[in-house]
């Protein structure tokens, strides 16, 4: 064979040139004689069933169809399309395939017709034409299918300037399973240079996976259920769709054509032209769309409903529509509100108009991630893009903003430059993260948001105490963060729990490089959350997908999730010309990333701010080629005027069996101040410290009686750890004057100090310590950053017997607080103010303090008397009311929170009222619950169960529960997802979170064996609640003693007296 050795692909030897083969070599076998009757009840059926087609189903083509296709027939069952297994199918996992397509053809453009029967019996009829170019000599044609059936004697290759000839002889059809490959093989060899068109018919299915193209169902105003189909093709599934060269690299430009009822509507990519009636087809039309700009298979979308949508006029030149659900359109409106505004934001900020002539945004009933950024179709879960103000708390209106800002960056950084390969998928969603606070920042002067206090103002914090990227032995380097290739193809993401903050850190650090004075002041962006990944390489087997990060969207949990300046110069400096490497150096292509750092590079050496012997891939590659982050080590010397500076690789627990050698170091910013001259506000780093260097040598330092602190407003992304001696002076500081020190600074101290100490390089003396001072702290951000933290000692204390002197701890830190900010809510208080209002209440109540579960249950109790009156709890209350009045009822309770979800037109409504219903302390509601939550009809979507597993989890009384039914059920609920991957692992973390004994661990390891085999790509969540419950035991055994010793010589005990 000719041509590339990624076209000798592992087929079946035995295939005729008319038929396909699905599935793998094992399977049932039948004798002849049962194959004979088997045969001929299947010919007999198929006669039949044609006769029923061709004069009641719907035809993909009439004589007069514009596109001249063959009829395509119709089954009038579910077509019997391959799945993808979760097993490996006895292959040996150490065996390495490549997944890549080979590169001797690239496609230059689809004809994509698509007719989805929504309401029939969910076939897909389909036709694809895809030109391609012949970049290297071959005799094949590779291209990706999955759960598609190809009409073998449709399918035609021909050159592009003969397409009406009878084209070249395919002389085999193959189909590669485990790479989800067809291969048409032909006699001769294509000629390089030249243009082909493949074409042929095919069959797909509307799945209810919520993966490739989809159906969701939702009720109507009049109580009947209505069926829509919508995708999700990111990152491997545009395949289930249509045939396609389903890589990043790969871009084409798409034409397509959508079937569709005339009492529905369809929306793709590009705008609609026209809609034509399919002749014999009453009722039937083919909407037809603009050809597309070259994009990624990804990112292709299109959606069929009977959705209502809103225009926008604010933008001239852009058609803006939001659409949704008739009965949720109008909570639609603060999107619309802020999406066209964002959009001529980034337009005027990037100086690159939008490339599209239109920007669609719809809220999906039924959808796995958070949103989706397919070019001028962004599809979201109605919780990401809907908000009613009258229900919706302030954390659910800045999730809507954030999410939007975030989608809309993607369609400059990902969708007009993407990444040649998911192994550089950084690259857009780093930006995106990066950039979705410029968005924010310019829409939130409606909470009198500044450009100084856009943290304390709007941004929410999130904790540091969920800084796991890097921190366990098994995590990975951010170039191979996705690790999401399911070797067995279909990439998918999965449980890495990956947030995306340190991607957004690297993008500032490398501006930071360019800049003499950086335009953007970036945070720390710290507190990336990641349980272990992969560092294989991504053409190894199945572990790719199961290091896969469970959502590319999740919330960046960073203290705060990203801080900029206003730009100084505008235009005039390397950083605000940054977006042009991709938007203008790189349009409508791909990207790796040391395209990136040339670019920096060259515009640094330019404007004169890098050294030129000195290159920005030589310091990102640091970052983005080895795992983890560092903790830098300051020791000062016996006067204090000087300190060594030395860094290590930041590990919750060291393996001392481990067999990694390589010598962990960064270069990394150092920012510091002091006390005798404090400056929190010069944010540039004084010195860098090399990859290099073992050591670093800081003078010019006070007297010992002084205190340093590094790392100044966290804009480098490191922990620091001190000498004893200057901690000391740390705490006394806070104790005397905590307003002194920057509240970023003492949020970056409270994380650092208490994750240090879990890590066992602090006391925790001297951790619970730093928290002495909180009684006096008023602002949102450190609280979250201590209560975060101080999470974990909780989860670890709640089911022994020293839980009691925790608790007393933990209240005596929280009632100060929640007396300050009162149980009654004011939605006119800053949006911070609010946050803390509900962290306090929240806290204060799951503790059981008695004037907040007395208020909760109150307030509870009226509303179950007036169900009509929505206004008796605020919407910033009502997870914590929620829980809690169900907590402290009994059926009765519960059955009322369920029929007002039931009823509640209102997503973020629904979800509050889910987790609250897993709050019952009846353990046969919340067994009844799960098993709710698992199957088909019951009221609760498949995209929810998840969340309803994990809120039975967190529950005291539901730990176990949930933990046995995972073990008992686990066939049920992984028939349930499918290949839904986001969910399994996630459930998989929700039962083991908090397991901390051996006994968990033996049951977990037997899961494993139990299970071995059917895990496939739930593998990896498993290895990962492994390794999460053997820290926790490590840190139990060496930690338990000490805190309950500490708690006790500081007052807090529980111990009864024996007389």
């Known amino acids: 064979m000719t041509g590339s050795s990624r076209e000798t692909l592992a087929m079946e030897m035995n295939q005729s040139a008319a038929s396909v083969s699905f599935g793998k070599r094992n399977g049932c076998y039948v004798n002849r004689s049962v194959a004979l009757l088997l045969g001929l009840l299947f010919v007999s059926a198929t006669v039949a069933t044609g006769l029923l ?207 569709r009822e005339q009492g529905m509507s369809s929306i793709s990519n590009m705008p609609k032209f026209e809609s034509i009636p399919i002749e014999g087809q009453p009722g039937w039309v083919w909407d037809h769309f603009n050809t597309s700009v070259p994009m990624s298979t990804y990112l292709v979308a299109f959606v069929i409903s009977d959705f209502d949508h809103m ?25 619309l509100t802020t999406g066209p505004d964002i959009l001529s934001f980034f337009e005027d900020y990037f100086s690159v108009p939008f490339p599209l002539p239109k920007q669609d945004m719809i809220a999906i009933p039924d959808f796995s991630a ?79 948001h500044s450009h100084n206090k856009d943290v304390k103002e709007f941004v929410t914090f999130r904790s540091p105490a969920n800084f796991l990227f890097g921190r366990i032995t098994t995590s990975f380097s ?45 945070i720390a962006l710290l507190r990336l959350r990641m349980i272990p990944g992969c560092r294989r390489s991504l053409a190894e087997p199945p572990q790719v997908s199961q290091s896969a990060a469970e959502t590319l969207y999740c919330e960046v949990p960073g203290r705060e999730r990203g801080r900029f300046k206003s730009p100084r110069s505008a235009k005039d400096t390397v950083c605000c010309q940054f977006p042009n490497f991709s938007l203008s150096f790189r349009k409508y292509q791909n990207a790796e ?27 990102m590659d640091t970052w983005t080629l080895q795992m983890g982050y560092p903790v830098i080590k300051v020791t000062r010397s016996s006067d204090g005027t000087s300190a060594t500076v030395t860094q290590e690789r930041f590990l919750l627990v060291k393996n001392l069996n481990s067999t990694d050698t390589h010598d962990y170091k960064w270069w990394v910013p150092l920012s510091y101040t002091t006390e005798t001259s404090p400056d929190f506000e010069t944010t540039k780093p004084q010195r860098w410290m090399m990859d290099t260097e073992q050591e670093l040598t800081i003078s010019s330092l006070p007297a010992k009686d002084k205190w340093v602190i590094f790392n100044v407003q966290e ?139 007395d208020n909760s249950q109150n307030l509870f109790n009226t509303w179950v008397q007036n169900p009509s009156n929505t206004s008796l709890i605020s919407p910033n209350l009502k997870s914590t009311v929620y829980c809690t009045g169900v907590a402290e009822g009994g059926e009765e309770e519960w059955n009322f929170a ?22 019952t302390k009846e353990v046969w509601i919340l067994s009844r619950y799960l098993d709710m939550a698992f199957t088909e009809g019951s009221g609760i979507r498949k995209q929810d169960a998840s969340q309803v597993f994990a809120a039975v989890a967190r529950n005291d009384v539901g730990r176990y529960l949930a933990w046995n039914y995972l073990r008992d059920q686990w066939e049920k609920i992984a028939d349930y997802y499918g290949s839904g991957l986001f969910a399994i692992a996630r459930i998989i973390k929700a039962a083991t979170r908090a397991f901390n004994t051996k006994l968990e661990l033996a049951e977990l390891v037997l899961f494993k ?50 007389q």
């Open 311 to 335: 225009n926008s006029t604010a933008n001239d030149h852009v058609l803006f529509r939001v659409w949704a659900r008739n009965a949720a359109i109008e909570q639609a409106n603060y999107a």
């Open 715 to 853: 804009t480098g992304y490191y922990r620091v750890n001190y000498d004893a001696e200057n901690w000391n002076l740390i705490i006394q500081q806070l104790k005397d004057n905590h307003e002194s020190i920057h509240v970023i600074n003492r949020a970056q101290i409270i994380d650092d100090v208490l994750s240090l100490a879990r890590a066992g390089q602090v006391s925790y003396d001297t951790a619970l310590s730093v928290n002495a001072y909180l009684g006096k702290e008023v602002e949102y951000v450190p609280w979250y950053s201590a209560l975060n933290n101080l999470g974990y000692l909780e989860n670890m204390f709640t089911r022994s017997s020293g839980y009691g002197n925790l608790k007393t701890y933990l209240l005596d830190l929280l009632i100060p607080l929640y007396e300050s900010v009162g149980f009654d809510d004011n939605l006119n208080d800053p949006h911070l103010d609010q946050y803390k209002r509900v962290k306090a209440l929240s806290w204060a109540c799951n503790l059981g303090y008695q004037d907040c579960v």
């Open 478 to 522: 951010i170039l191979l963060w996705p690790c999401f290739l399911s070797l067995c193809v279909h990439v998918t993401f999965v449980s890495c729990d990956l947030l995306i903050s340190r991607m957004a850190f690297v993008f500032a650090l490398a501006l930071l490089l360019c800049l003499a004075h950086s335009c953007f002041r970036p």
């Open 898 to 919: 369920w029929q007002q979800y039931l009823g509640s037109n209102v997503a973020t409504e629904k979800s509050k009222l889910l987790s609250a219903m897993g709050c």
């Open 53 to 259: 087609v061709y004069y009641y189903a719907p035809q993909v083509r009439s004589e007069h169809d514009p596109l001249n296709l063959a009829r395509t027939s119709v089954a009038t069952e579910r077509p019997m399309v391959p799945t993808t297994p979760m097993t490996t199918g006895g292959k040996d996992p150490a065996t390495k395939i490549d997944v890549r397509l080979p590169r001797s053809v690239k496609p230059l453009h689809y004809l994509v017709k698509l007719q989805p029967l929504i309401n029939g019996n969910f076939s897909i009829l389909g036709y694809v034409e895809v030109e391609i170019e012949v970049v290297e000599a071959t005799s094949n044609v590779t291209l990706h299918i999955a759960d598609i059936v190809t009409k073998n004697e449709t399918i035609k290759l021909a050159p592009s300037d003969q397409v009406q000839g009878p084209g070249l002889t395919i002389a085999k059809h193959s189909y590669d399973n485990e790479r989800q490959f067809y291969v048409a093989e032909l006699e001769s060899e294509l000629e390089v240079g030249k243009k082909y068109v493949l074409s042929m018919e095919f069959e797909g299915y509307l799945n209810d996976k919520l993966h490739g193209f989809y159906r969701s169902t939702y009720k109507a105003e009049d109580g009947s259920d209505r069926l829509i189909a919508s995708t999700q093709f990111q990152p491997t599934d545009a395949r289930r769709a249509f045939p396609c060269f389903d890589e990043p690299g790969m871009k084409a430009t798409f034409e397509v054509y959508l079937g």
């Open 370 to 448: 958070g949103a989706m950024e397919n070019w001028g179709l962004i599809t979201y879960r109605e919780t990401a893009m809907l908000y009613d103000p009258a229900v919706s708390s302030a954390s659910n209106k800045q999730r809507v903003v954030v999410v939007v800002a975030h989608e809309l960056a993607h369609q400059w950084f990902g969708n007009l430059v993407t990444p040649q390969w998911w192994t550089d998928l950084w690259l857009n969603e780093g930006f995106a993260s990066f950039m979705e606070y410029l968005g924010v920042n310019h829409v939130s002067c409606s909470i009198k």
């Open 593 to 619: 990333q040391d395209d990136l750092w040339q670019y920096l590079t060259t515009a640094a050496h330019e404007d004169g701010t890098l050294p030129t012997d000195l290159s920005v891939k030589k310091i």
């Open 1009 to 1058: 064996e139990e299970h071995a085999g059917q895990l496939g790509t739930a593998t990896r969540a498993v290895d990962q609640a492994i390794e999460r419950t053997e820290n926790n035991i490590n840190w139990m055994d060496n930690n338990y003693e000490v805190i309950m010793k500490w708690l006790e010589d500081n007052g807090y005990s529980s111990k009864l007296r024996s």
